[in-house]
């Protein structure tokens, strides 16, 4: 898929950036909907605290699988109103992002929720919240980093690496 200067792929840099963002947004939610459901500061942030590391990763490889799929890249005679340049996700994209992440991510929340809790319970009920919670903060988390061209790599530039 050929794309305009400024469009294409997440290089590196940017699914980092995206992981770090992400994982800001999303611990703070699942620290107080922990807290909110066990009645416990403690487990709240037990939770948040080593979902911190265990969803970095994953989040982390989900972006990597991402950026090697062309499917709900624009192109410019697809380009959605407000998008500036070909290469960003189209709302397609970021939907169908958005369901698989949450689905990853809420069976992780399900499991640590219940080692540090010791009930399926609360660990269900943790997770069953997240699933609206999160899909709708990371659906806004996507269109806001589908407006900038900041980490996307140019396809038409040449390579100049050392290794080339």
Do not use: C
């Not at 963002?21 to 703070?28: D, E, K, L, N, Y």
């Not at 890249?73 to 958005?98: C, F, W």
């Not at 919240?129 to 061209?149: C, G, N, P, Q």
């Amino acid at each position: 898929m050929a794309n305009a200067a400024g469009g294409g792929h997440a290089n590196k840099k940017r699914s980092l950036a995206k992981t770090f963002v992400w994982r800001g947004i999303a611990t703070t939610d699942t620290i107080i909907i922990s807290r909110l459901i066990t009645g416990s500061w403690t487990e709240g942030l037990a939770i948040g605290i080593i979902e911190v590391f265990t969803k970095m990763m994953l989040y982390y490889f989900h972006e990597r699988a991402w950026s090697v799929s062309d499917w709900g890249l624009e192109e410019n005679d697809e380009q959605e109103e407000n998008s500036p340049t070909s290469g960003h996700a189209n709302r397609k994209r970021s939907v169908a992002k958005t369901f698989l992440w949450r689905g990853v991510a809420t069976t992780d929340t399900i499991i640590i929720s219940r080692l540090i809790t010791g009930s399926w319970t609360e660990g269900l009920s943790i997770g069953i919240i997240e699933v609206f919670t999160k899909m709708i903060l990371y659906y806004f988390h996507e269109r806001a980093w589908s407006s900038t061209d900041w980490g996307l790599d140019d396809p038409d530039a040449p390579d100049t690496s050392p290794m080339h």
